[in-house]
Each structure stands twice: as C-alpha cells, then as structure tokens.
C-alpha cells in the first residue's frame, strides 16, 4: 500500500520560502502524478499543482509565479518550494497521488496525513 | 471563490437520502470527469467517488454520483451519524493550460 508523509517546517516568516518534502513508501515514484493541495483555516480545499516522474509540472495559475516544484526518484522524494509567503499561504498541506497512472483527472488516492504550516513573524 | 460550485452547507436526518451538487462549466464539469472526497476534521479528504460514478473499493455502496452536463451530483442514502463530515467535489479545468479546481466544500450535518 502507497503511504506519503510530508515533512517542514511549521513555521516561516513572512516574505521568506516555504518548502516542503513528501516521503513516498510502499510504491515507486517513478509512475504516476504527484500533487500538493492545501487548505486554508476556515476555507476548501485548494490544488497547487503536480509534478510526474520526468519532472514534468503544472501550477494552479493564480501561485504559478511562486511555487516550484522538484523530484527526487532517488529518494522516492517530491518537494514544492513556495516564495514569498504571506499569511495567506497558512494552510495544512498536502502530498497526494494521483489514482491513474496514465493521466491527471483530479482523482486523488493516496494522501499524506498533512502537515499544518503557518506564516508569521 | 471557486469556477466549481457547491452549496456551502446540507443536512439530513439518519436513514433519509441527501445530495450534494456540484455546478461547472463548459471548461470543467463539462468535458470532463467529476470526482467526490470525504474529509472529516484534522484528517485528509478521501477519495470517495471518481469517473463521475465509481467507487474505490471500500467505499459503501450508499455513496453515489452522477453527472449531467456541467453539473455533477453526489448522493448519500441511509443517510448516518458518521457521515456527517465536509464533501469537495474535483474536476479538470481545461482552461489556462490545464489545472485541477476543488469546489468549494459543502459541511454535511446529520441532524
């Protein structure tokens, strides 16, 4: 059974980088479509993007300009970087797989358990 | 505020059938799959329906969905106390290159 576990600091300042890693067990990082999707105290849930094995990417369009995400087949390993926080970005986020191997539809499978990252000074 | 639209909030009595929609557009729900997730608090959602109307295997077969145009629906029948939890429906956007769109969430209380 595919297990994810994403990993960061709970904490950051204002204007500095978020970045997170979600550890993948149970399964290979080489297939299938990785994700990070967060929600906000209070608020739904909001998809930032996904990355495949080749490093291919897409970005929810409104965070486009400052999220990057990277793969670490090594590792079993994907990361997501987020630039210039503001308390907006305060979230629980997640790592989650994607259910098809073969495209992306939105239907998540397997999560991590989450992890609660706050921004402020 | 999401393009995928759902009600904020739905209740329902135990034993009684309540549903949950989910309204889109031409660039979404439309062309394209819907899927449902179960999220209770301080845990992560669950995939509970995907393809419109599949269930993963361990999901009770009192959970369905369907779809019709660019809207989609998500039904709950012998409707139960541990139900009550919050529902987000997902789907393909095809605009802007491509990006996955969570409606906005509906907070199901059993009455």
């Known amino acids: 059974q595919v297990q994810l576990q994403e990993s960061g600091p709970g904490l950051v300042r204002p204007s500095e980088t978020l970045s997170l890693t979600c550890t993948v067990s149970?399964?290979?990082?080489?297939?299938?479509?990785w994700n990070w999707i967060r929600r906000p105290p209070g608020k739904g849930l909001e998809w930032i993007g996904y990355?495949?094995?080749?490093?291919?990417?897409t970005y929810r369009p409104s965070l486009k300009s400052r999220v990057t995400f990277s793969v670490d087949t090594s590792k079993n390993q994907f990361s997501l970087t987020l630039k210039s926080v503001t308390a907006a970005d305060t979230a629980v986020y997640y790592c989650?797989?994607?259910?098809?191997?073969?495209?992306?539809?939105?239907?998540?499978?397997?999560w991590g358990p989450g992890t609660m990252v706050t921004v402020s000074s | 505020q999401s393009v995928v639209t759902q009600p904020p909030s739905a209740s329902g009595t135990p034993g009684q059938r309540v549903t949950i929609s989910c309204s889109g557009s031409?660039?979404?729900?439309?062309?394209?799959?819907v899927n449902w997730y179960q999220q209770f608090p301080g845990t992560a959602p669950k995939l509970l329906i995907y393809?419109?109307?599949q269930r993963p295997s361990g999901v009770p077969d009192r959970f369905s969905g369907s779809k019709s145009g660019t809207s989609a629906s998500l039904a709950i029948s012998g409707l139960q106390s541990e139900d009550e939890a919050d529902y987000f429906c997902?789907?393909?956007?095809?605009?802007?290159?491509?990006?996955?769109?969570f409606g906005g969430g509906t907070k199901l209380t059993v009455l």
């Open positions: 393809s419109n109307n």
């Open positions: 989650a797989r994607e259910r098809d191997i073969n495209y992306m539809d939105g239907a998540f499978a397997f």
């Open positions: 149970g399964g290979s990082i080489s297939d299938y479509f």
């Open positions: 031409s660039s979404n729900v439309g062309p394209n799959t």
């Open positions: 997902a789907v393909w956007d095809d605009n802007l290159n491509g990006h996955v769109v």
């Open positions: 990355i495949s094995y080749t490093g291919r990417t």
